[in-house]
């Protein structure tokens, strides 16, 4: 069965830093790995999906990477704002017609 | 505007009243699923729909039902609920099941159920 970890499980940086979010899962037979973010009270939204066959998808401040062969994503956001504080989760989808999604990472900007 | 609507957002109910969450979306998508999310669990899919008349279990099915009669439509049943089916509940759906897997998905807002 998929499993999917992400680090850190929490992150609090001051406005203006780049950061780096960490997933990693261990069957590397995936169809791709779809970054969301999550607000309370609200849905997920897709923010990032990489199949299995890129190395990296752009939009924006944010840039995911995806190491298929060692299992691991991450997404990089640049220049970090209070308004992206919310909880990131990364999801990947196998065989399984699944997204098999990690715990999340929760994201405090302060100002 | 595209969009997944999940009805009731909230709904506190008794263990054994039979309930219905509806989803439904505009999108013409042909892919639809249920996923619930629990604190220390995360998200875990419980049926996924790939057409009309197509369903099939996902990772915890049990205690659930669904169906699938049209293509925008995907309820969520719960027979007899526990209080174990507590919970915060998301519909999804994406474009295609079938000519290509890499289509994100797309997430209504939540259904926070609560089962005394």
């Known amino acids: 069965k998929q499993e999917v970890t992400q680090i850190p499980a929490a992150l609090s940086v001051p406005e203006g830093e780049n950061l780096v979010l960490n997933c990693s899962f261990t069957?590397?037979?995936?169809?791709?790995l779809q970054w969301f973010r999550q607000d309370p009270g609200k849905g997920l939204t897709s923010l990032l999906l990489?199949?299995?066959?890129?190395r990296e998808q752009t939009s924006g401040r944010l840039n995911a990477s995806l190491d298929k062969s060692s299992g691991r994503s991450t997404l990089y956001i640049a220049a970090s704002q209070p308004g992206d504080s919310a909880t990131y989760l990364c999801?990947?989808?196998?065989?399984?017609?699944?997204?098999?999604f990690g715990k999340g990472t929760s994201l405090l900007v302060t100002p | 505007e595209a969009q997944v609507t999940q009805n009731p957002r909230y709904l506190i109910t008794v263990t054994g009243k039979k309930l219905t969450v509806t989803c439904s979306q505009n999108?013409?998508?042909?892919?639809m699923s249920w996923y619930r999310q629990d604190p220390g669990l995360g998200l875990r899919q419980i049926y996924y729909?790939?057409?009309?008349?197509?369903?099939d279990k996902g990772d915890v099915p049990e205690g659930y039902k669904v169906s699938r009669k049209e293509k925008r439509n995907f309820p969520l049943i719960l027979e007899s609920p526990s209080p174990n089916q507590t919970s915060l509940y998301f519909c999804?759906?994406?474009?295609?099941?079938?000519?290509?897997?890499?289509?994100?998905?797309?997430f209504g807002d939540g259904t926070r159920l609560s089962i005394l």
């Open positions: 999108m013409n998508h042909e892919y």
């Open positions: 999801a990947v989808e196998d065989s399984g017609y699944a997204l098999n």
């Open positions: 999804a759906s994406s474009l295609s099941s079938t000519r290509g897997r890499n289509q994100p998905q797309h």
């Open positions: 990489i199949q299995s066959s890129q």
């Open positions: 729909s790939m057409n009309v008349e197509v369903t």
């Open positions: 069957d590397s037979a995936i169809y791709n």
